[in-house]
T-cell receptor, first 116, second 107 residues
Framework: DAGVIQSPRHEVTEMGQEVTLRCKLI?????LFWYRQTMMRGLELLIY????????DSGMPEDRFSAKMPNASFSTLKIQPSEPRDSAVYFC??????????????FGQGTRLTVV | RKEVEQDPGPFNVPEGATVAFNCTYS??????FFWYRQDCRKEPKLLMS?????NEDGRFTAQLNRASQYISLLIRDSKLSDSATYLC????????WGAGTKLIIKP
């Protein structure tokens, strides 16, 4: 298995533009997590899905952020319009089972977003 | 109070030394615990799960103290390659992450 695959790896965009980040889960996994990491705030959970259903989106910063899971193996995180403070590394992770004991999360390599 | 707290460090440790750091958690009903390692500009990767009886994997030992609500990670005979940020994760039917402890091993 190729693991969790994220694209693009790097994105530089101008303020106000729409940004779409993509994530392909590990086959057979049914939980999907989007995280954001910055030096100031560390690793923050934005949203997580279980069986394609959003379970907790309380970490989504504001209405400019939206996440979808159109099928069991793929997810997108969209920022519209983007702002410089959105600059961060965005990680997608998948796991087998929602919160089962000893459930390990496997991370993609991240998308480094810079909004100028 | 944060749900999961770690000393951010950095811990500057000479090669070959033993180093230990703790992570405290606030929810006594937490189900399971993990240590992840994150190298600079890379994704976090599982280092080890933490079992209630404590567990060891080579030079690494993880322990859980439920009474005091903390987990610990001990690294013996530290190597230069151990330099990384170590993230504590608590599972309360969702994964709650600490901010990480930065470890720098010096030659």
């Amino acid at each position: 298995d190729a693991g969790v695959i994220q694209s693009p790896r790097h994105e530089v965009t101008e303020m106000g533009q729409e940004v779409t980040l993509r994530c392909k889960l590990i086959s057979g996994h049914n939980s999907l997590f989007w995280y954001r990491q910055t030096m100031m705030r560390g690793l923050e959970l934005l949203i997580y899905f279980n069986n394609n259903v959003p379970i907790d989106d309380s970490g989504m910063p504001e209405d400019r952020f939206s996440a979808k899971m159109p099928n069991a193996s793929f997810s997108t995180l969209k920022i519209q319009p983007s702002e410089p403070r959105d600059s961060a590394v965005y990680f997608c992770a998948s796991s087998l089972g929602r919160g089962l004991p000893n459930t390990e999360a496997f991370f993609g390599q991240g998308t480094r977003l810079t909004v100028v | 109070r944060k749900e999961v707290e770690q000393d951010p460090g950095p811990f500057n440790v000479p090669e070959g030394a033993t180093v230990a750091f703790n992570c405290t958690y606030s929810n006594s009903a937490s189900q399971s615990f993990f240590w992840y390692r994150q190298d600079c500009r890379k994704e976090p990767k599982l280092l080890m799960s933490v079992y209630s009886s404590g567990n060891e994997d080579g030079r690494f030992t993880a322990q859980l103290n439920r009474a005091s609500q903390y987990i610990s990670l001990l690294i013996r005979d530290s190597k230069l390659s151990d330099s990384a940020t170590y993230l504590c994760v608590v599972n309360n039917y969702q994964l709650i992450w600490g901010a990480g402890t930065k470890l720098i091993i010096k030659p």
